[in-house]
Structure formats: structure tokens, C-alpha cells
């Protein structure tokens, strides 16, 4: 079943600005992870955040996790036009490792 | 870096076909796989666990007859959608899951598979 659930559903800025998206989901993680995907393909695995982090950096990106609040947030950083894509959160599941997707945030950035 | 090879990426066939979709591991064994479908603008919902060498688990909803899993061996897995029909037209998307030394175990997803069912 899904459990994250992502906002803003979607967000067009322009090229330079920051991008943030938030993620929250309902019950107790191991970890958290953010993908990306462009149109029609796969995903990208961005950024895992365990649950004992707080914060994390990743070139561009910067991931908060708040166990306590059960969210997360995905900073881009000085975004780009490739930068234009969905993003979904994930988080494990309890059994095998399988992970339960948000719904996605979809990023537009303009040059 | 591990990868994960779907095929085919995309597929269109008329009602009533079976359509199988491959997912192989290519420098990687990988005892389980993961099945997600999605629609459109929409996320990704796991449909069923693949483990070599034993049933596949499918999520509530999911009609195991409709949508065959064979995990035969440690580095193919394989859904065939069964007299497919326009309402199963959608991306699938297979993950395999890998080990990695001094971190939890990593997930690579595959490129996806368009199915549309004219």
C-alpha cells in the first residue's frame, strides 16, 4: 500500500532557484529513500537516509529526515532544465525490502 | 555499477495476448525481485515479490493468474500478463535487490516496460 505521500503534487520554478519537496508517510522506517524519474522511464535512485539520521548531502541535494514528525524533505539546489522530472519518496516496507512510493512530486524547471 | 536489465521497454499488443516481461541482474544474483506497476502521473504500486526458487508473493488486489511470476533462476525474473486486456495497458517496472558491503541492501530498479493493449 502506499504510505508516502508527497507534496507539492507539482512545482515549476525557474532555472537558479531552489526546488523543495516534502514527503510524509505514516508508519516506522528503516530508512528513506528519493527518486527520480524522467517521463516514460525508470528510476534514479538519489539519496537513501537512514532512520538515525537528521540530514544528509548529496552534491545538489539535501535530504532532512524527522522521525517524529514522519517527513522528509528534498532540497535541489540552484536547479536546472534537467532537473525537470518526478520525484517520489520511498520508504521499506516490512517485509523483504520491498518499498512503498509516494505519489510524487512532478519538478518543471524553465530556462 | 550493478544494473538492471527490463525487456522488452516497450509493448503493444491486441486483447486477449499474453505478454511476458523479462527482468535480469546482469553482475548480480539476485534471490529477490520486485514487481510495480504504475499509471499514468501516478507513483508506483508493488504488485508482487519474486523469490528464486519458490511463489512469488502478490500484494491484495493483485490476480496472481493474471500476472504469472517465475523467479527460475538467481539472475531472471519474469512477469507475463495474461489475456491482457486495454485496463492492464500500463509501465511496469521490475527492481532486483542486491547486497552491498557496509550498507543496507541496495535496490536497481529496470528501465521499465510500456504495456499497451489495443
Known amino acids: 500500500s502506499q504510505q508516502g505521500e508527497e507534496d507539492p503534487q507539482a512545482l515549476s520554478i525557474q532555472e537558479g532557484e531552489n526546488a523543495t519537496m516534502n514527503c510524509s508517510y505514516k508508519t516506522s522506517i528503516n530508512n528513506l529513500q528519493w527518486y527520480r524519474q524522467n517521463s516514460g522511464r525508470g528510476l534514479v535512485h538519489l539519496i537513501l537516509i537512514r532512520s538515525n539520521e537528521r540530514e544528509k548531502h548529496s552534491g545538489r541535494l539535501r535530504v532532512t529526515l524527522d522521525t517524529s514528525k514522519k517527513s522528509s524533505s528534498l532540497l535541489i539546489t540552484a536547479s536546472r532544465a534537467a532537473d525537470t522530472a518526478s520525484y517520489f519518496c520511498?520508504?521499506?516496507?516490512?517485509?523483504?525490502?520491498?518499498?512503498?512510493f509516494g505519489k510524487g512530486t512532478s519538478l518543471l524547471v524553465t530556462p | 555499477g550493478a544494473v538492471v536489465s527490463q525487456h522488452p521497454s516497450r509493448v503493444i499488443c491486441k486483447s486477449g495476448t499474453s505478454v511476458k516481461i523479462e527482468c535480469r541482474s546482469l553482475?548480480?544474483?539476485?534471490?529477490?525481485m520486485f514487481w510495480y506497476r504504475q499509471f499514468p502521473k501516478q507513483s508506483l504500486m508493488l504488485m508482487a515479490t519474486s523469490n528464486e526458487g519458490s511463489k512469488a508473493t502478490y500484494e491484495q488486489g493483485v490476480e496472481k493468474d493474471k500476472f504469472l511470476i517465475n523467479h527460475a533462476s538467481l539472475t531472471l525474473s519474469t512477469l507475463t500478463v495474461t489475456s491482457a486486456h486495454p485496463e492492464d495497458s500500463s509501465f511496469y517496472i521490475c527492481s532486483a535487490k542486491r547486497f552491498v558491503a557496509g550498507t543496507n541492501e541496495k535496490l536497481f530498479f529496470g528501465s521499465g516496460t510500456q504495456l499497451s493493449v489495443l
Open positions: 553482475d548480480f544474483q539476485a534471490t529477490t
Open positions: 520511498a520508504t521499506d516496507a516490512n517485509s523483504g525490502y520491498a518499498l512503498n
